[in-house]
C-alpha cells in the first residue's frame, strides 16, 4: 500500500512540475505537430496509399514524442541530488519507477490524445476500423515503451551522455513491441478482414509488456544505488 | 541506538570503508572528522541507505538496515551537501512533499512552521530557484526534520553558510539534542564540532583513528587530537 502511495505522490509532484514548467509536454506536443505537418506535406492525402502511412506515422511520433519525455524523467532528478532526497525517504526503489513511470505515461497520453486526431484531420482519415482495438492497441504500445523506456532512463541518467545512451539501449529491447502494435494499428486501420492476426500481435505486445515491467520492477533496486 | 560491526564499502576495485566498527548511544551528537577522501561521507551514506554496504552489520534502534529498511529510513534525516530540494518549488511545496513521503500529519501546518523558524516566512510562497545559497540550505535544514527524526546524518552542514544560517542550524541541532535526537555530523569545521558535539570520532583510509568525547568545547583538544592522528604531529 505504501508503495502505490509514495507512487503516486511522486507522480503527482512531477507531474505538477510539469504544470509550473511546461518543459516536457510542450516539447512533445511541438515534436508531434512537426512531424505531422512534415508528413502531410510529403505525403498526398489526397492519395489512398497515403492512408499506409498512418499507422508508421503515429508510432514515430508516440516513440519520439516519449523519448524526449523519458530522457528528461530521470535528468531532473539530478538537480540537487533531488533523486537522494526520494531514496532516504521511507519509500522502495520500486515506488520511485512506479511513479516515474506513471508521470511518463500520463504525459505519453496526453500527447497521444492531441496528435493522433490531429493526424487523422490532417490527413483526412476516414476511420473505418474497431476504435476500440485501435485505442487498446496505443494503449498496450505505450505501456510497454515507456515501461521500458523509464528502467533505461533510471539506467543511463548516471552516464555522461545519457541522452545518446537511452535511445541507443532503448531500441534493441522494445524492437518487439514496435514490430507488434505497428502491425496491429495496420490492421485495425485499414484492414479489419485480418482481426485475427491483429489480435495474435496484441497477445504478443500484452505478454512482452507484462513480463519487462515486472523484470523492471525487480531490478530497479540495483539500478538507483548512488 | 546504532550499531556497526566490520562495515566495509567498496566500489569498484576501490575499498572505501575498511570494516567500521562503532556503536553510538541515543542523544549523543557525534562529529566526524577526517581528511578528503577518508570515507566520512561514504560512511553517513550508508547510514542513510543511499549505498548499500558490501559486507557487514548496520543496526539502528535493533533493527537490521538490510531487513527493516522501510522502518530505518523512517527515523532517518538527512543532510548532504545539496539541499535536496527542487528548484522550481516554494519551501512550502518542498516540504509538504516530503512531508507527505514520510507520512507527516497536518504537514501544511509543521511546513509553515518549520519555514518560520529558519527565519524565512516571507519566502513561503517563493521558487527557491531565486533563494540565495544560506536561504536554500536554511530550507534544506527544515526538509531534512520535517518528520522529527530520531537521527539526523549531517554532511559538511556548515560549508558555505552566513552567521545568521549558522546559528540557526546550531539551534536546530541543539534543540533536536533536547528532544533526545542522536546527530551525526561530516565536518571539516572543528570549531562547530568542538561547540556542538560532545563525541569526536576521527577517519583516515576508511577507518576509524581515534574516537574520544570531549568537555567544555574544548577547540584546542580537537585540534591537537586530529594533528597527531591525521598529520602526524606528536
Redesign the interface.
Known amino acids: 500500500m505504501n508503495l502505490l502511495r509514495t507512487a503516486c505522490l511522486l507522480a503527482k509532484k512531477d507531474l505538477y512540475s510539469e504544470l509550473k514548467t511546461k518543459q516536457v509536454l510542450l516539447t512533445q506536443i511541438i515534436f508531434a505537430a512537426l512531424v505531422i505537418v512534415v508528413f502531410s506535406f510529403a505525403f498526398d492525402p489526397a492519395n489512398n496509399t497515403t492512408k499506409a502511412v498512418i499507422p508508421g506515422a503515429v508510432w514515430v511520433i508516440i516513440v519520439f514524442a516519449g523519448i524526449l519525455g523519458l530522457n528528461r524523467s530521470f535528468i531532473s532528478e539530478q538537480r540537487n541530488d533531488t533523486i537522494q532526497g526520494l531514496l532516504v525517504a521511507p519509500m522502495e526503489a520500486a515506488s520511485i519507477y512506479l511513479g516515474k513511470f506513471l508521470a511518463n505515461f500520463m504525459m505519453i497520453l496526453v500527447v497521444e490524445l492531441i496528435s493522433i486526431p490531429f493526424l487523422f484531420l490532417l490527413f483526412d482519415f476516414k476511420f473505418n476500423g474497431s476504435l476500440l482495438y485501435f485505442i487498446v492497441v496505443i494503449f498496450l504500445g505505450s505501456f510497454g515503451f515507456i515501461a521500458i523506456g523509464t528502467f533505461l532512463a533510471a539506467l543511463s541518467a548516471n552516464s555522461k551522455s545519457s541522452e545518446m545512451l537511452l535511445p541507443l539501449l532503448l531500441f534493441p529491447i522494445t524492437t518487439p513491441i514496435l514490430i507488434g502494435v505497428v502491425q496491429a494499428t495496420r490492421i485495425i486501420l485499414t484492414n479489419m478482414e485480418k482481426f485475427s492476426s491483429a489480435l495474435a500481435w496484441i497477445q504478443l505486445v500484452t505478454a512482452y509488456d507484462v513480463i519487462f515491467f515486472v523484470v523492471c520492477f525487480l531490478l530497479i533496486d540495483y539500478v538507483l544505488e548512488v | 541506538m546504532i550499531e556497526i560491526k566490520n562495515l566495509t564499502k567498496r566500489a569498484d576495485s576501490k575499498l572505501i570503508l575498511r570494516g567500521i566498527d562503532l556503536s553510538i548511544r541515543k542523544g549523543e551528537t557525534v562529529a566526524i572528522l577526517g581528511p578528503n577522501g577518508a570515507g566520512k561521507s561514504t560512511l553517513l551514506?550508508v547510514l542513510?541507505?543511499?549505498?548499500?554496504p558490501t559486507t557487514g552489520v548496520v543496526k539502528i534502534n535493533g533493527l537490521d538496515l538490510k531487513k527493516n529498511i522501510?522502518?530505518i529510513?523512517?527515523l532517518?534525516g538527512?543532510l548532504?551537501?545539496?539541499?535536496?530540494?527542487?528548484?522550481?518549488?516554494s519551501p512550502l511545496e518542498n516540504l509538504v512533499?516530503?512531508g507527505?513521503?514520510?507520512?507527516v500529519h497536518d504537514v501544511e501546518q509543521r511546513a509553515i512552521r518549520l519555514v518560520n523558524e529558519v527565519g524565512l516566512s516571507f519566502f513561503l510562497n517563493e521558487p527557491v530557484k531565486n533563494f540565495s545559497r544560506g536561504m536554500i540550505q536554511r530550507i534544506a535544514i527544515a526538509?531534512a526534520v520535517i518528520h522529527e527524526p530520531e537521527i539526523l546524518l549531517l554532511d559538511e552542514p556548515h560549508t558555505g553558510l552566513d552567521q545568521g544560517a549558522i546559528a540557526i542550524l546550531n539551534n536546530v541541532i541543539v534543540s533536536m539534542k533536547e528532544k533526545g535526537t542522536t546527530t551525526l555530523m561530516v565536518t571539516h569545521d572543528f570549531k562547530q564540532a568542538a561547540e556542538i558535539c560532545d563525541r569526536i570520532i576521527i577517519m583516515k583510509n576508511g577507518t576509524i583513528v581515534d574516537d574520544f568525547y570531549i568537555e567544555e568545547q574544548n577547540l584546542g583538544f580537537v585540534v591537537k587530537k586530529y594533528q597527531q592522528q591525521v598529520e602526524g604531529v606528536s
Open positions: 551514506k542513510a541507505a543511499i549505498m548499500k522501510l522502518d529510513k523512517q532517518l538527512y548532504p551537501h545539496s539541499s535536496l530540494l527542487y528548484d522550481h518549488y512533499f516530503f507527505k513521503m514520510y507520512r526538509r
